[in-house]
T-cell receptor, first 112, second 117 residues
Framework: TQLLEQSPQFLSIQEGENLTVYCNSS?????LQWYRQEPGEGPVLLVT?????EVKKLKRLTFQFGDARKDSSLHITAAQPGDTGLYLC????????????FGDGTTLTVKP | DTGVSQDPRHKITKRGQNVTFRCDPI?????LYWYRQTLGQGPEFLTY????????KSRLLSDRFSAERPKGSFSTLEIQRTEQGDSAMYLC???????????????FGPGTRLTVT
């Protein structure tokens, strides 16, 4: 059972466009992380959100955690080719649990 | 560089052979995790340690898989009698347990790509 559904699975856009990718679940998470992964490398942590309704900004990236802590979105403004990669969300359901559950990611391609 | 390191980065082995991977976490991190990732999917949890204690193992971790963290620092993941279905990227991550009601941010290594022929 996939607890975290990410959409879209693939996204190809032109440089300068804006985009939003989504991470949805029927379960409540105590915290949610977003990672970016490049081919052949491990995921790199971008942000952690823990409070329902929380919004965090990282340069051109805006992350939002849903009020009910079941979903999250990542918005990129004026995408650049360097943003190309696999964007993964991961959630922890229990603050004491050691494991995170990952979605299958959104593969983003930004064309120059 | 004080990030998570993994060795080797790539391993090609024949079916039936045993393989062992090593992970060195960020030095002050007391939690260490192993995940497996196949093409087109997100990482799947295998097991994790708090210091030297292995606290949870996934049902994905068959009897052929064993992980250790003998001194609470580096960890090894061994796969015995490898099968073609074991081909995947094996990722290690570490985090610092900051106590109750805190989130756990995991920092990943570059992974070990295993190919079983």
């Amino acid at each position: 059972t996939q607890l975290l559904e990410q959409s879209p699975q693939f996204l190809s856009i032109q440089e300068g466009e804006n985009l939003t990718v989504y991470c949805n679940s029927s379960s409540v998470f105590s915290s949610l992380q977003w990672y970016r992964q490049e081919p052949g490398e491990g995921p790199v942590l971008l942000v952690t959100v823990v409070t329902g309704g929380e919004v965090k900004k990282l340069k051109r990236l805006t992350f939002q955690f849903g009020d009910a802590r079941k979903d999250s979105s990542l918005h990129i403004t004026a995408a650049q080719p360097g943003d190309t990669g696999l964007y993964l969300c991961a959630g922890a359901r229990d603050v004491r649990a050691g494991k995170s559950t990952f979605g299958d990611g959104t593969t983003l391609t930004v064309k120059p | 560089d004080t990030g998570v390191s993994q060795d080797p980065r790539h391993k090609i082995t024949k079916r039936g052979q045993n393989v062992t991977f090593r992970c060195d976490p960020i030095s002050e991190h007391n939690r260490l995790y192993w995940y497996r990732q196949t093409l087109g999917q997100g990482p799947e949890f295998l097991t994790y340690f708090q210091n030297e204690a292995q606290l949870e193992k996934s049902r994905l971790l068959s009897d052929r898989f064993s992980a250790e963290r003998p001194k609470g620092s580096f960890s090894t993941l061994e796969i015995q009698r490898t099968e073609q279905g074991d081909s995947a990227m094996y990722l290690c991550a570490s985090s610092f347990d900051r106590g109750p009601h805190k989130s756990y941010e995991q920092y990943f290594g570059p992974g070990t790509r295993l190919t079983v022929t």
